[in-house]
């Protein structure tokens, strides 16, 4: 098994551009979900999904969009990158519910927008 | 929202010394996570625990529900121990059974 993984590993990118960052697991987990990480804080879910076809919003959500149309894949889409969106994206899968379940994450995205 | 406040924030010891970390949260929990992060690197879950103690090799979660609180120990540490370690407790009992909250971390440094 690959795991989670996660691509491209590293981005530059220019204010009001767009792009996705790409995240697939082959554990046919249910629940998936996206973080990321900034110095001196800890992780910060930005949406999450139960299922194939469900998803929700995090604790900072705004200025990302997510879809998740088969078990393996969830994208995560930077509509108009800000700079304010520099930081380390993690993807992460478990079986069940995260109280419950341990938590499989990806190699993260290295994200710089300038 | 639960608080996490994990102490020591940066740790450095000598090969062979046993470390703790602890992390104590504001609010019940249904389980706790404990994950290691390298330099530059992913993350790797640790432990998840919702009582008592957990033992992987050298190291060792323990948690007290009623305290709301867990601790991290590494039994005679080795520089390849140097990582940050991440609490993270789990949904509150009642709530979202999704969401965890993640503390600042621990940069710990074990030098040889």
């Known amino acids: 098994n690959a795991g989670v993984t996660q691509t491209p590993k590293f981005q530059v990118l220019k204010t009001g551009q767009s792009m996705t960052l790409q995240c697939a697991q082959d554990m046919n987990h249910e629940y998936m979900s996206w973080y990321r990480q900034d110095p001196g804080m800890g992780l910060r879910l930005i949406h999450y999904?139960?299922?194939?076809?469900?998803?929700d919003q995090g604790e900072v959500p705004n200025g990302y969009n997510v879809s998740r149309s088969t078990t393996e894949d969830f994208p995560l889409r930077l509509l108009s990158a800000a700079p304010s969106q520099t930081s380390v994206y993690f993807c992460?899968?478990?079986?069940?519910?995260?109280?419950?379940?341990?938590?499989?994450f990806g190699p993260g995205t290295r994200l710089t927008v300038t | 929202k639960n608080e996490v406040e994990q102490s020591p924030q940066n740790l450095t010891a000598q090969e062979g010394e046993f470390i703790t970390i602890n992390c104590s949260y504001s609010?019940?929990?249904?389980?706790l996570h404990w994950l290691q992060q390298h330099p530059g690197g992913g993350i790797v879950s640790l432990f998840m625990l919702s009582s008592g103690k957990k033992k992987h090799g050298r190291l060792i979660a323990t948690i007290n529900i009623q305290e709301k609180h867990s601790s991290l120990h590494i039994t005679a540490s080795h520089p390849r121990d140097s990582a940050v370690y991440i609490c993270?407790?789990?949904?509150?009992?009642?709530?979202?059974?999704?969401?965890?909250?993640f503390g600042k971390g621990t940069l710990l440094t074990v030098n040889p």
């Open positions: 992460a899968s478990s079986a069940q519910l995260a109280g419950v379940s341990e938590q499989y």
């Open positions: 993270a407790p789990g949904p509150h009992s009642g709530g979202s059974n999704y969401k965890l909250t």
């Open positions: 609010v019940g929990i249904s389980a």
């Open positions: 999904s139960v299922g194939a076809g469900i998803t």
